[in-house]
């Protein structure tokens, strides 16, 4: 069967590391409150020169080299960002540029936090097809650049970055490697609870992100429960079959909740959070590549990834590596 089989892993950060302390000498917060309500420790912030694109090429340079793949041979490029550096063309466009990529498709994703996992599935479906037969798919933020840095509720929470994955159509066994099952989710009813009050149809600004942390926070646990749940049933597995869970790293008291309400042993959960704040698109990809050049994750394991975003977005996929 032709399945999607990861190859490679690749991530990127800003220069610039700013902890809780540094943090709250510019906004009324302290160390203590963000790691207990958090988990965050610091967080890296673009400077001048870095952007999300820039971000990316790294990110994917990175992964094209983990895979030992040419630029050249990358038919498709699916970037999921919220934060791109022009309203168009597409950042995915930029990196097809950056890395000498000729022809093939490129574009990008808006799902925000769970761009990622759109993202790869719309990779994984158009390779299926045969579209193409290697795809870069990246997320990659610079949400600092639409965090209200007055706004101690939001301005905590997040960080900028990249991540990377490089993915090819192989013909493998049944128990081979590869993308086994991928759901996705779509809820326009709490749009409010999380978004940015600005965009070039309604306001012509970029705009601010404003969010209703604990109502987010709510529908994320019961959200991501449930969406593991049907994707282990897809594969008829259960929770124990898995060796990490790869989640969208938001705050260390969602990844607990989620993973106390499937009975995951936290041990088996990757956490970057406390290093990286939550980097939207990025956190994924960013929490794979830590986790798989630090030797955690081998080939051959099953890999479950998970994020919830705004708009309410939401998904699950496993992998085996
Ligand atoms: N420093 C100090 N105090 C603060 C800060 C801060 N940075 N931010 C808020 N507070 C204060 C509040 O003003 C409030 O004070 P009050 O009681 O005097 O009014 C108090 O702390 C409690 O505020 P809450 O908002 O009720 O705190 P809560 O325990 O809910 O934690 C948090 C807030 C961390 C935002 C939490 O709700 C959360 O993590 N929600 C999930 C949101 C999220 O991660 N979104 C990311 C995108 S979606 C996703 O990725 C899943």
Redo the contacts with the bound molecule.
Sequence with gaps: MIRSVLRGTGSALPRNCVTNAQLAER????DD??VE??GIRQRYIAGEGETTSSLAIEAARRALEAAGVEASEIGLIVLATATPDYTFPATATQVQQALGCRGGVAFDVQA??SGFLYAMATADSLLRTGMAKKALVIGAETFSRILDWDD???????GDGAGAVVLEAQDVAEDGPGILATRLHADGEHCDL?HVDGGPSSTGTVGKLR?K??E??R??VVN?AEVLREVLADVDMGIQAVDWVVP?Q??A??LDATARKLGLPAERVVVTVDQHA?T?AA?VPLALDVATRDGRIKPGDLVMFE????GFTWGASLVRM
């Design positions: 906004v009324d917060t302290s409150w963000i309500r958090t925000v936090c101690r509720t939001t301005c905590v929470l997040f999380l969010m942390g604990r987010v926070f529908h994320a991501l969208h938001a705050n008291r969602i939550n939207s956190s994020a919830m975003g705004g």
